[in-house]
């Protein structure tokens, strides 16, 4: 079971867009719509930002949306704040293990 | 409030058990999936087992089974994650998270356990 492929890093200048992608395979992204995604800021636990691919929780933003084309997911931040400067995982359901796997991580920066 | 609280840091040698908590509250647990994830020192985050509270069901990601133990009480809303024998390897900051049976996403989150094993 390998983790999701996620750009190490995305930087954009404030009030710029951004996407993060997240490639996996058909046992995982692109067999289930159970995409979710978590911003971490440094020294905290996460906080899910998207689950099922698009839908947003009460309480987030909705600059962060999420989508979903085959094998990767995609999470957009438009307007981007400078609160937004944090690391970003995707994780999704998985065949294996029946259990869930996590994306590499994203480092977003902002200029 | 619903809320995950862990148990507190943990500095141990190599060779020692360990038993970490993650106790809800706020809410009944019984309906819900425990995970554990784990973050070694600036590196990203892993799945490494999930338990359903109302019966014990355990599912652990491929890599994990046999190096830890997860379990739970559901009568004081309590999971666990468990050594038998510690490694170096194993410092990291382990989180805690919750979600409703039914849900695939993981809602609610422990403050996480910092584990350092060292010699």
């Known amino acids: 079971q390998s983790a999701l492929t996620q750009p190490a890093s995305v930087s954009g200048s404030l009030g710029q867009s951004i996407t993060i992608s997240c490639t996996g395979t058909?046992?995982?992204?692109?067999?289930?719509?159970?995409v979710s995604w978590y911003q971490q800021h440094p020294g905290k636990a996460p906080k899910f930002i998207i689950y099922?691919?698009?839908y947003r929780p009460s309480g987030v933003s909705d600059r962060f949306s999420g989508s979903k084309s085959g094998n990767t997911a995609s999470l957009t931040i438009s307007g981007l704040q400078a609160e937004d400067e944090a690391d970003y995982y995707c994780?999704?359901?998985?065949?294996?293990?029946?259990?869930?796997?996590f994306g590499t991580g994203t480092k977003v920066t902002v200029l | 409030e619903m809320q995950l609280v862990q148990s507190g840091a943990e500095v141990k040698k190599p060779g020692e058990s360990l038993k970490i908590s993650c106790q809800g509250s706020g809410y009944s647990f019984t309906n819900h999936w425990v995970g554990w994830v784990r973050q070694m020192p600036g590196k990203g985050l892993e799945w490494v087992a999930i338990i359903w509270l109302a019966n014990s069901n355990t599912k652990y990601s491929p890599s994990w089974q046999g190096q830890v133990t997860i379990s739970a009480d559901k009568s004081i809303n309590t999971a666990y994650l468990q050594w038998s024998s510690l490694k170096a390897s194993d410092t990291a900051m382990y989180y805690c998270?919750?979600?409703?049976?039914?849900?695939?996403?993981?809602?609610?989150w422990g403050q996480g356990t910092l584990v350092s094993v060292s010699s």
């Open positions: 058909s046992s995982d992204v692109g067999g289930y719509n159970f």
């Open positions: 099922d691919v698009s």
């Open positions: 998270a919750s979600t409703m049976d039914g849900n695939f996403f993981w809602d609610y």
């Open positions: 994780s999704s359901y998985t065949r294996s293990g029946a259990t869930y796997v």
